[in-house]
């Protein structure tokens, strides 16, 4: 009875340890075929000498929430959320804008970074947009590239900002500065 037990137990790790495996592979083929699509292609040659390792130390390093400092000309300056994962994930806070039909409502953004550089990295994010009594407008896209400093604690960047109808036909688009810092924990 304890060999059967013990037969199971070996059985049930094998295919836990060859799932995962698969698994892993599979994820990073995946995370190779995101960072190759064309909204944030970096070329080969950018790419080809950032090993696993290196990504994964920036992604811990640009992990947690940055206080963004938008210059957008012809737009008062703005104060934005970044948040980005160690992962690639990335999301900011939503808020009112001046956009195409006024005072508009823009909802979080979502979306995605990968590492460019030993310390830039390209990012697009996406949202909807809406007018105050809450009917769609359409939709917004940031595409960013930004360069961390030597210390981490700061970056900026530039982004062009594309502003679309439903239907997705762009009717704006401004290109815009960032400086950021990261918000500091203030223990009680």
Do not use: C, Y
Not at 11 to 34: D, K, N, P, Y
Not at 55 to 68: F, I, S
Not at 101 to 110: D, Y
């Amino acid at each position: 009875m304890f060999t059967s037990r013990l037969s199971r137990v070996f059985t049930i790790t094998a295919v836990l340890v060859i799932s995962a495996t698969v698994s892993g592979a599979e994820f990073t083929g995946r995370r190779q075929a995101t960072n190759n699509s064309k909204s944030n292609a970096a070329s080969p040659a950018h790419t080809s000498h950032i090993s696993a390792q290196d990504e994964a130390a920036l992604g811990r390093t640009l992990a947690g929430t940055w206080v963004v400092n938008v210059s957008q000309p012809g737009f008062p300056p703005a104060q934005r959320h970044f948040t980005f994962n160690s992962d690639g994930g990335l999301v900011t806070n939503d808020d009112l804008q001046v956009g195409p039909s006024f005072v508009e409502h823009f909802t979080i953004a979502q979306g995605n970074w990968i590492r460019t550089g030993n310390r830039s990295v390209a990012a697009t994010i996406v949202g909807q947009r809406f007018n105050l009594e809450g009917s769609f407008l359409g939709t917004f896209k940031v595409r960013m590239n930004l360069q961390l400093n030597p210390l981490a604690d700061e970056w900026s960047g530039t982004a062009r900002i594309d502003i679309a109808l439903p239907g997705g036909q762009v009717i704006f688009t401004s290109d815009a500065g960032f400086e950021a810092t990261r918000l500091a924990v203030e223990p009680l």
